[in-house]
């Protein structure tokens, strides 16, 4: 117990010695000024001497549970209980999708907007999921191909006046064309040379669209982008609203099916072979070049679908919107749900773009909390929070003797 | 002619800055094969502390000697303890998992030193005091190369060859090779693996800070957010040498350095950090394993 504390103590007195320039002293260089924040000296201390503490509790638990697991002692979760579950999964599904459907009824309309960002980063986080999640290739600049999409509308609308329902199919396309581009030089590379040459892509799409002016008009982006509009006829902003936000719970329903059809589909299970061990797969007889590529598009594709609709939302898009902060959103989206795993990835999407909004006060630390909690994910619960179960054949004797 | 030297000179300053950086990945990816993706917040971290520092003495009344080499010291030993720390938070409880995880992880710590940077201290660009002083007999050749520049080429190379020296003749330094080649082995004629990985990552992040120090004085600003941009860059340098090779790290960032240079001088600024890019892709797909890297077989 006493060598715990004086661990912890430890542990307390390295963070106050790590965080004392940046979090204490705070220099005007302008004006000539130091300010000195003990304060932040005093919280840093107590903070990490408790967390250091909760830190070796969770390591000596995950030791203790993948011995358990060697032992083959390992239960299932209460939580991965519920969803194989038909009998308690159904009802809750179904509550759940009632809710979605009454909510722009509910609530406001400023309310409904931020369910409809919510629910496009449901439909980016099922996409990119596709590619990281269930055939393992680590995308970070998957929101070049936001950017495809929703550029390709505002730019055909703008140019030639194609209109809403024209210009989903067309940016779909072209942002599975662009993953395919993409792809096809770097499916040699093995995964972490993947990761940096998709960032530099989605950077080097961001810096094309900011600084060729005359194709993309700069920096200071498209506006006036027309809302989709229905049969012909104009709706408010009002009517606007809820019919996109109709428009997008389709769409991430069909998402969803699709998404959930691939996955068990062959395609699906090449995937994951592919994801699990390469060379095994080769040796199989599965077509690399071909089966990550149509991961690539495909995941490309929605990303394409949502840029789009995002277009239509906004009405306004310019580079900026297309960071590689907007990648990382939707990969934590991804990692947190738990890889592979559509039930987690929805609800993740819903609780990483909904909570903030609610949290005003705690929005300065949005980022720094994605960041932590990336990493004490993977360092604590590496398959997410609703693991993605997969499907087993089992062979039950009591059946067949009949 | 006049115009080609100073954009040669520039280009090998600006190369030399990533050369550094580079050396940090190269060494971390040579050990443990994991691209550490915060190493470009650690010489961000490096470069905030030396400008703290600086304005701590220059407040009391340090000259501008004593200014340079305690923040120097004092930005190398935080960044060190920096990347220690990070690499038992994020790395060490990793090791033995799948390969996208620890990866993953640096993302998040990556983003996490971002923003602790930028809550902590400010998000907006903060001026960085000159702390290398003007060299008198440069003077004639002031329209090449200026006094920070020469400093730049100058210390990085003598920074290298203390580093080639620390690998090729001490101990550690034999151990740190006997690990990139086979942990396991390396761990049965008893060397201490863990240390020796913690002993890379904090040469590498030291060796970021001297970068951090150095472009902080060449740019005359710095925000939470160079680190971003010059990690990749120096990523690109690493794997364009072939990465896990320390001099390949260093030809790497050279020639970074001059095709930056030359092409936003003879061809465009506005797309400075798309040829870097460009550049990581052509690599990339032309030769994998880089100007200097051995091409490996993946084993079963």
Known sequence: MIRELKKSLVVSLWFMFLTFPIMVIKVDTLQRTIIWRWKNLFLVGIGSFFLSIVWRYLIERKTKKAKQKELGLEGAS?????????????????????????????????????????????????????????????DLGYVAFYAVGAYSYALLNYHFHIGFWTALPIGGFLAALFGIVLGFPVLRLRGDYLAIVTLGFGE????????????????????????????????????????????????????????????????????????????ACQAMGIDKTKTKLTAFALGAMWAGFGGVVFAAKTTFISPACFTFLESAIILSIVVLGGMGSIVGVVLAALVMILLPEYLRAFSNYRMLIFGASMVLMMVFRPEGLIPSVRRKYEYNPAENQS | MEYFLELFLGGLSKGSIYALIALG????????????????????????????VSGVLSFIGFNKLSILILATLVAVIYSSAYGYTVEKIAYKPLRGSSRLSPLISAIGMSIFLQNYVLLAQTPDFVPFPELIPEFKWLEPYSSIIGSTDFAIIVVTAVVMILLTLLIKFTKIGKAMRATAQNQVMARLVGVNVDRVISMTFIIGSGLAAIGGVLIGSH?????????????????????????????????GGLVLGLTESFGTGYISSDYEDVFAFLLLVLILIFRPEGILGESTTQKV
Do not use: C
């Open chain 1, 78 to 138: 209460f939580v991965s209980k519920v969803i194989t579950n038909p009998r308690y999964s159904r009802p809750l599904y179904l509550a759940f999708f009632i809710f979605i459907l009454a909510f722009p009824f509910l609530f406001s309309t400023y309310q409904t907007n931020i369910m409809i960002s919510a629910l496009i980063y449901v439909m980016l986080g099922l996409g990119l999921n596709i590619v990281v999640g269930i055939a393992g290739l680590l």
């Open chain 1, 204 to 279: 080097i799409i961001r810096l094309i669209l900011e600084n060729w002016d005359s194709f993309s008009f700069g920096p200071s982006g498209i506006s006036n982008i027309p809302r989709p509009s229905f049969f012909g006829m104009e709706l408010g902003v009002k009517g606007a609203t809820i019919y996109i936000y109709y428009l997008i719970v389709v769409m991430a329903l069909i998402t969803i099916f699709v998404v959930n059809r691939l996955q068990n589909s062959r395609l699906g299970r090449a995937w994951l072979a592919l994801r699990e061990d390469e060379i």
């Open chain 2, 25 to 52: 990945y190269t060494m971390v990816y040579g050990i443990i094969e994991l691209i550490n993706f915060a190493h470009g917040e650690i010489y961000m971290i490096g470069a905030f502390t030396a400008l703290i």
């Open chain 2, 219 to 251: 740019v005359g600003q710095i925000n939470f957010y160079i680190g971003f941009i010059a990690g990749i860059k120096a990523f690109t340098a690493a794997v364009l040498g072939g990465i896990g090779s320390i001099p390949g790290a260093v030809l």
